[in-house]
């Protein structure tokens, strides 16, 4: 029972010094937005409007799919970001009635939302093949490609799963085939490359020009609506009223052909979201894209750099602090025990086989934040498994006589655990910290998937924008910090195991 | 001479197979007792028990007339050297770290500690170099001397050896042999020597205690066992040593 309260002390403490942290200066307006590139430019060009309405406001960048975002928003940990009516009614409200604006407030209202502002173009689900391939099957429509049974399809895991897309085409058309689940950015080059047949793309997407796509016709009208509006805390108005009446005046400034253009820009030029909402914002954005695209080095210091690391460094480290001040007390109780060994063992080894996103999207509804804490949280959890067991073992293996003398002596066992026995496990604790280390600049990367920044940050938009020097912009800096923590835990080992420990060198 | 350390009908039993028959045993102040047996006969564990590393089953240990309990024990500890084979010495410590350890955690005035580091050097005749080495780097004989300086380190009044000469080979164990013989002489300190060979025990007992199966077959001088032995089993036990008996020491 002791040990259970010092875990919840632990992570109540971690919470505590998080929230601390959160809670200093006045609150900002945090927007939102999901992880593809309609909704980073979105959530800049909505940020950038509060900024011109001198309002303090925090843009958290592509933190992940619609349940995470409507979780985000629902907890206040985010006031706005946009998103479909489509989406709002099938996959949020479940209500297939609820796809005008008044309907969508009347469902939304009770929970303290709003959806509105609608900006002036419809981003719905299609799907799309190749252009010379379509031409020589002769599809043209959705209810030709139901005709072909033996195309390939790959679809992105959300269209996969909403209930507004794959599940109501399959019935409405009757397609007899299992389609793969693949990330969207990938799915262009997959079906380029003649991997897959026909994949899901947005009405807005940038890539149709590019890859020659063919768009095919929603001929039974399955699709709904997705026209973009924002969604947003009712009391949005009231806390921030001028970024409030700024973001009505974006009502209809946007059609379809500028969205194309908008996403083209990012996704094709390469340019920032943040220059293409600002040039947008300005009135300059049918100025071509100044100059050719970066530079990989450039991608790789450009200006988040430090950001980032900053980031990535305080995921990775902090959560490691606190799993070696809860892991080397757990295995120390797992090693005296062999009830507690088994039962926490148990335990951090389930942990450890919770696939990370699952364990993130668990984590965002039962601490009702997403961002830093939850990413914190997860990775506090992964680095427990190395660490006790390696604890535990490390103390299991000091040889049976050398704990006997330890006893014999006289030494009570506080003195008999701090003077022989850590330093006995001391080698094999430390290789179970590093081990944590490592694995945690890796898994880190992920958290930028809910908002918790870090080189992930680059990967995700990398894989959302399709491009492949943004990714090893975020994944180079992630595998060179492991290296770097695997050499400093060895300069680690060297310092801090008792030279009556190491093997001996040539030179003794 | 009264007895330092004495046991009451103490019984031990592992897994509901007993180790040691209720037996009364009393070790008098200032004499070299020697356990002798072969393996399994319950010598060492009559060692751990007296230690407090074991619990009796029943009957109870006592020391210098106090019963042994879980709240005295390491106080007792500290009044008894314990010398196990091949030293028992704790890698990660230099020589003379594992020497100091317990007077340090028991605050001792550093200028007493280094007196007494030197005294025991000189007793056990290691030089101050090989001290400042770690245990890996020392020879079998002088990882056993220093074992036994950290078992002499308080001056404690017993001292509890368990095979300490078992992993030598025969050179060293011969002249350890001979300087243990002095400075149990010197030291006049109430010694109990776990062995299971009869020239070891003939060379240093002024009692022998034969142990067989948990039990006591006899106690008394080498002459006692060899001319009035209690039962058949300690003339076989003698004879099958009596090859090793003639070895010159």
Redesign the interface.
Known sequence: MRRAGVMRCIVLGMFAALAASACTAGEPLKVGSKRFTESYILGEIVAQTAQGARVPVVHKPGMGATGILFAAVKSGAIDVYPEYTGTIAFELLKDRSATDLAAINRALAPLGLGAGVPLGFNNSYALAMLEADAERLGIVSLSDLARHPRLRFGLSQEFLNRADGWPVLRSAYRFGFEPAGLDHGLAYEALAAGQIDAIDVYTTDAKRARYRLRVLADDRGVFPRYDAVLVYRLDLGARFPAAWSALQKLEGRISTQRMVALNAQAELDGKPFAAVARDFLSGADDAPAAGARAGFLQLLFGADFWRLTGQHLLLVFVSLAFAVAGGIPLGIAAARDPGVARTVLAIVGVVQTVPSLALLAFLIPLLGTIGTLPALLALFLYSLLPIVRNTYSGLLDIPAALQEAARALGLPATARLRLIELPLAARSILSGVKTSAVVNVGTATIAAFIGAGGYGERIASGLALNDNAVLLAGAVPAAGLALLVEALFSQLDRRLISAGLQSPGPGR | MSALIRLENVAKSYGGKPVLAPLSLDFSAGAVTVLIGESGCGKSTLL?LI?G?LRPDGGRVLFDGRALDAGN??????R?G?V??DG???????AERNVT??AR?LRRAPGAIDARVAELAGLVRIDRQALER????LSGGQRQRVGLM?ALMLDPPALLLDEPLGALDPITRAELQAELKAIFDRLGKTVVLVTHDMNEAAHFADRIVLLRGGRIVQQGTLADLLQRPAEPYVRDFIRSQAGRLQEPV
């Open positions: 751990r230690l590393l024990v390491d106080a007792l500890r500290h008894i314990y196990i084979q028992g010495l704790f890698p990660h410590l230099s350890l317990l955690f770690y245990p890996r780097d950290r």
